[in-house]
């Protein structure tokens, strides 16, 4: 299964990663994606950008380096109810949005507040993937997370960053993810989560566990540029309706 996108990429407005837009679609390019995904962290996140950030990133050409821009966010989930943390009229704009705990966001707690964390954002109809949902410092009812996301369409990350030491522990969570996945038909997306250049397109490791549990090309949303675009339309189609609904009052 060759991966075409990479959905979860920071560049150095995130505050603690190093390399510019162009510079990560020049090393998307090199490691033959289609298409990129910009997910600066969002707001609350220490030294994340203002919301503005995510507003103004239609100034950022379609493509670069022929490679396919779409343009996001890691937004972070504040609370058990899952409410995220910009405006809501901001996500309205915004083609791929990544939500996760953070610990400098939302402090770790018990099993049952980060599983109504997790169910809570998917809920909200303003987001396509849950990122490292395998953190070992937020257990989480897996089983519960998974069929709420295959229930309402939203990916479950597998995060190649998580699998190389940036969150100890994580593997035999992912593989329990994805397995569980697997069996519900949940959507799989793939995230290098790369703070550098050189790491954009990195997924050695997610590919590794794709095909060690079996999922199916249908399932992840990043294995042809057919899925993927059929994905990023029914998922912005849903946010923006959501998003008029909730400014709507």
């Given at each position: 299964?060759?991966?075409?996108?990479?959905?979860?990429?920071?560049t150095l407005a995130s505050g603690h990663a190093y390399?510019?837009?162009i510079e990560n679609a020049k090393a998307a390019k090199d490691a033959g994606l289609t298409y990129l995904c910009v997910t600066d962290h969002a707001s609350t996140m220490p030294?994340?950008?203002?919301?503005?950030?995510f507003v103004n990133q239609r100034v950022i050409p379609d493509v670069l380096s022929d490679v396919r821009i779409i343009r996001g966010t890691e937004a972070n989930i504040l609370n058990e109810h899952g409410?995220?943390?910009m405006p809501t009229y901001v996500y309205g704009n915004l083609e791929w949005v990544n939500a996760s705990l953070h610990e400098p966001v939302f402090r770790?707690?018990?099993?049952a507040a980060h599983t109504s964390a997790m169910i809570g954002a998917i809920k909200t109809g303003l987001i396509d993937a849950?990122?490292?949902?395998?953190n070992p410092s937020f257990p989480i009812d897996m089983e519960a997370v998974i069929k709420t996301a295959a229930a309402h369409g939203v990916a479950l990350e597998l995060n190649n960053s998580s699998l190389n030491g940036s969150r100890k522990g994580s593997e035999p969570n992912c593989l329990e993810i994805a397995e569980i996945a697997r069996d519900c038909g949940a959507f799989i997306s793939t995230g290098s989560d790369a703070h550098f250049a050189s790491d954009i397109g990195r997924l050695d490791d997610v590919?590794?566990?794709?095909k060690t549990v079996g999922l199916r090309e249908s399932q992840v949303v990043t294995s042809q540029s057919s899925i993927f675009e059929e994905?990023?339309?029914?998922?912005?189609?849903i946010r923006k309706r959501r998003v008029s609904e909730l400014l709507a009052g």
């Open positions: 299964m060759k991966l075409v996108a990479d959905t979860h990429t920071h390399s510019t837009v030294g994340a950008p203002h919301f503005w950030h409410e995220l943390d770790p707690s018990s099993k849950i990122a490292h949902p395998g590919a590794n566990i794709i994905y990023l339309e029914k998922r912005q189609s």
